[in-house]
């Protein structure tokens, strides 16, 4: 999937990915099905089929959506 993601954007485009964190796990959470990487997996992952990382932010462990940058 990261690779067509990759793959169908424009030259410059950019894939903005908002991801919870975890362990390398997946499954069921409060309803919701995901993949839980943690933050060198996802890095890999990504780097592997050519993504660039522009920025990356977490917002710390308490602090409300509402606190969060932008």
């Known amino acids: 999937m990261l690779l067509a993601l990759h793959a169908s954007l424009k030259p410059g ?3 903005f990915s908002s991801n919870p964190h975890g362990h390398n796990e997946e499954g069921w959470n409060g ?3 995901g ?3 943690d933050l ?3 890095r890999r992952y990504v780097s592997a089929v050519g993504f ?3 920025n990356h932010y977490y ?6 959506r509402e606190s969060s940058p932008g």
């Open 52 to 54: 660039v990382e522009i």
């Open 35 to 37: 993949v839980y990487h």
């Open 40 to 42: 060198d997996t996802w």
């Open 13 to 15: 485009g950019v894939l």
């Open 31 to 33: 309803g919701r099905y």
């Open 59 to 64: 917002r710390p462990v308490g602090l409300p």
